[in-house]
């Protein structure tokens, strides 16, 4: 069983197909995509490359498709200009042409990096995001966002550059770590909150299923994820109104991510129900919303075993200064304003730079002060 989302961007469209078992289909997809030799550059992490290269192998040499194959150190560090720069001369070095195709196999962090290695690459080559992990099947994969990140600031350096294909195989999704599961699972929740009300309400039913392992509710989560954000992305492909959106809690997600150094002590995904809870708090401070609103996010991101709070975070962090400091490098920053997504209610977020400097501060002394007990 699969779904297929298509993403109509006139002629760089694609399609996101979503189901159990796409690895092994992986050469039947991709084989009418290939225009010149039957050969593709597979990047992956070490960690992925161990549990699903030899499928991945498999299913291509069905199709008569063979693979050259460059591994990379897993995490979030990965992220950077000196792997960039090894996987461009790599891809160099393999004589990579604007018609071959560049395989990206792993989470965010290798959709990320190879998507950014492929736009620029002589001037652009084209290639197929194989996510592995939730939070890039539901986000990172779709919609052509591509990049590195900053000392100075995550996914500071980057490109548009749309893929040819996404297969988000969700029978890959059993070989995650609960943590990383949910780490996903944050950039879900984020898209009910921010637009689907009906959506939020329908995780707070099946969203402790879909962990358990269910594939009819993992396929839903998925499909229905990847919908919403493409019809974003089609609307505002390069972020100029309405992808915005798509940021809720990752102004505050992305200072937090820099205070922990892009570490395990914070996942991007765990930053980012952070981020959705203090974004919710924030808005009913404005009196934006209820306060009933936030309680029920919490509610939920708790139910799910899910971190909420800034006292969930282990180790040090910056003061609210520093943290806002950290804010202001965000890329979102316009004419030195921070741009914010807020929320009318569940369901209905909306972007603003009318947020007082003081309000957020207070939000986050309070939060801080909380953590410290």
Known sequence: MSETVHVPLGDRAYDVVVGDGLLAEAGARIAPLISGRRHVAVVSDETVAELHLETLRAGLAEAGISLSVLTLPPGEATKCWAELERVVEWLLAEKIERRDMVIALGGGVIGDLVGFAAAILRRGVRFVQLPTSLLAQVDSSVGGKTGINSPRGKNLVGAFHQPSLVLADTGVLGTLKPRDYLAGYGEVVKYGLLGDADFFQWLEAHGAR?????????????????????????????????????????????????????????????????????AFELSARLGLCSQEDPSRVRAHLREMNMKVDLSDIEGDLPDAEALLELMAQDKKVLDGQLRFILARGIGEAFVTSDVPREAVRELLNDALAARRG
């Open 210 to 278: 879909s962990a358990g392992g269910d594939m009819a509710a993992r396929i839903r989560l998925v499909t229905h994820s990847v919908q919403m954000k493409a019809d974003i992305v089609v609307r505002d492909e390069t972020e100029q109104g309405d992808r915005a959106l798509l940021n809720l809690g990752h102004t505050f997600c992305h200072a937090l991510e820099a205070a922990t150094g892009y570490s395990q002590r914070l996942l991007h995904g765990e930053g980012v129900a952070v981020g959705c809870a203090l």
